[in-house]
């Protein structure tokens, strides 16, 4: 099993960051990749970033050159930097982390969070 926290987000001005954290723990030999999703209600959750064991990253276009996405190994986290924030950025944020074990498992963070006033 994969537990994973999340901490940061909350409000912030259009224009300004905010940094989220997702620490995960338990069973992390075969992750694949880790990530954001977000969802604001009555739209679809949809990916915001991932990063790959490799360090690969990957970005929704919406996000790209405002937000960044790493990882810190000896601690199993992983940091998104979200700067030149705007109000559609406004929605709840998951983290995920992938697995693949006898399948491929997808485990899930309560969710943060993050509203961007304009």
């Known amino acids: 099993q994969v537990q994973l926290v999340e901490s940061g987000g909350g409000v912030a001005q259009a224009g300004g960051s905010l940094r989220l954290s997702c620490a995960a723990a338990?069973?992390?030999?075969?992750?694949?990749?880790m990530g954001w999703q977000r969802q604001d209600p009555g739209k679809e959750r949809e990916l915001v970033a991932l990063i790959t064991r490799d360090d690969a990253s990957t970005y929704v276009d919406s996000v790209k050159g405002r937000f960044i996405i790493s990882r810190d190994g000896a601690k199993n986290t992983v940091y998104l930097e979200m700067n030149s924030l705007k109000p559609e950025d406004t929605a709840v944020y998951y983290c995920?982390?992938?697995?693949?074990?006898?399948?491929?498992?997808?485990?899930w963070g309560q969710g943060t969070q993050v509203t961007v006033s304009g």
């Open positions: 995920y982390l992938r697995a693949s074990m006898l399948k491929i498992n997808t485990y």
């Open positions: 338990g069973r992390l030999r075969n992750w694949m990749d």
